[in-house]
């Protein structure tokens, strides 16, 4: 007969049998979640025929800086040891509005709805794909993280990261209006943006593995030249940002992209000075652990 205990949540198993929520890690994430809502409420006010696009500027400015919290509330949660599941499952769904409706409702509003204006069911089935790919990414990793061992929160993400894919979809619209300008409406690389959209959708989904990078800290190989070129890439970052962040942004993206590709091909040790990883991993990087379920009286096979 089976104890009581067996039918238990975990959190009363560990004699604590409280909800966490830490401070900071989701006061971050809930900037994110805000900065998601503004950038979609300056897409639905912006003026299209305004050829300086301010409020699709604006609204590109608060994806970059949803990813910035994104960013920052993992980091400081894991660095305080203030990871939890309430904090797991808010952080997603902060993501989903972010980087999954923000950037597909941007693109729609932009291109979709002109391209598709005889048959507008068509954009909104291409948006929508982006977003449910979105979704379908993190109740994923969601549950690859809530299994036992490294899980999700190990040192690879398993298909693109939705705010990776989001801040590529606004780095490439911010390149397209300060390259084309007034002639945005007229130029036929803004058609480009669907395919993306298209593209990353799958990619979301996908099994590539890309580094989650988790393992840069304050301890580093070579700490004078990489500190040397941070600080001067930072100094320029904010001397010119408004000038270079157009194009720079574009390319770190894409090479982020595209190097989920071209890394299997990669000796083990060029990725470990790429991905600043100073510890063994496994040979599949997967991060999941598969358990074998054996029969009772069973026993593993030799």
Known sequence: MKSESAHRPVASLSGDPRLRIYLLPNLLTAANLFCGFLALTRIVEADLSDSSYTAIKESLFYIFLACIC??????????????????REFDSLADIVSFGVAPAFLVHRVVLREVFRSHP??????????????????????????????????????????????AMVASLTLFLIEWYRTELPLTVLRFCLPAILVFLSGMMVSEVKYPTFKSIGWRTQHPFVKTLVIVVVVGLFFLLWRNILPFISPLIFTAYLLYGFVRPSISRKVQREIEADDEPDDEDGSGATVTLSLPPGGSEPR
Do not use: H, Q, T
């Open 70 to 87: 994104d960013l920052l509330d993992g980091r400081v949660a894991r660095m305080g040891g203030m990871e939890s599941p309430f904090g």
């Open 121 to 166: 069911e068509v954009g909104w089935f291409i948006a929508s794909v982006y977003v449910i790919c979105g979704a379908f990414r993190l109740a994923r990793f969601n549950c690859l993280a809530s299994l036992p061992g490294p899980g999700g929160g190990g040192k690879y993400f398993v298909g693109f990261p939705i705010p990776a894919a989001a």
